[in-house]
């Protein structure tokens, strides 16, 4: 009997309402193919072992280096990654709690977008740039390779780009500032605010 089984998350929007910054190509395989790919992997992979029953969180953060953790890791980020986003196309900016932690950690917001802007743009090879915050509420921005996530290295996950090709690959190919530039345009903060807490 099956004790767990990961199941692709929902979206809260269309796979047609990203477009042009995100088409709907680009997530028809990159939600639908490639994020189906790691949630029936990471089902087949723990089914009949220790790792079964255990939260996707506590997966990535036990799981020790090897298929289990990578999958696992290549769940959450994207869950992380897809959640974030929001149909309408006009910017908005953090606010409240968010903002206030923000400009703590970073004096100010475009510094702290320049800081992941440049994170990402220098990522070599396969991975994720993140903003990631310590339990005093003290945000970072991170670099990390292939399937890691903050929750490995006792951080937590706020805001996550995805630069592995496959991500952007089809609407940009080697364009990855422009990739960056409308990610900025699909962030919903209201998500991220809630992931502060
Ligand atoms: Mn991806």
């Known amino acids: 009997m099956k004790k767990s089984l990961f199941l692709l998350p929902e979206l809260g929007y269309q796979l047609t309402d990203l477009s042009p910054m995100m088409s709907q190509r680009t997530l028809s395989y990159h939600y639908g193919k490639h994020f189906q790919s790691y949630v029936d992997n990471l089902n087949h992979l723990i089914?009949?072992?220790?790792?079964?029953g255990l939260t996707l969180e506590d997966l990535v953060r036990k799981a020790p280096e090897?298929?289990?953790?990578n999958n696992a890791g290549q769940v959450l980020n994207h869950q992380l990654f897809f959640q974030q986003f929001r149909p309408e196309k006009n910017a908005k900016v953090p606010t409240g709690e968010l903002l206030f932690l923000i400009d703590q950690s970073f004096g100010?917001?475009?510094n702290m977008r320049e800081q992941i802007d440049k994170a990402a743009k220098s990522l070599f090879g396969s991975g994720w740039v993140w903003l990631a915050m310590n339990?005093?509420?003290?945000?970072?921005?991170l670099s990390l390779p292939n399937a890691d996530n903050p929750l490995r290295h006792g951080l937590k996950?706020?805001?996550?780009?995805?630069?592995?090709e496959h991500a952007y690959y089809l609407d940009y190919q080697n364009r990855r500032a422009e990739y960056l530039e409308n990610f900025w345009l699909l962030v919903n903060w209201q998500v991220i605010s809630k992931r502060i807490v």
Do not use: H, N, R, S
């Open 108 to 110: 100010y917001f475009d």
């Open 157 to 164: 996950p706020i805001l996550t780009i995805d630069l592995w």
């Open 66 to 69: 090897g298929p289990v953790a």
């Open 47 to 52: 089914e009949g072992t220790e790792f079964e």
């Open 135 to 141: 339990d005093e509420g003290k945000m970072q921005v």
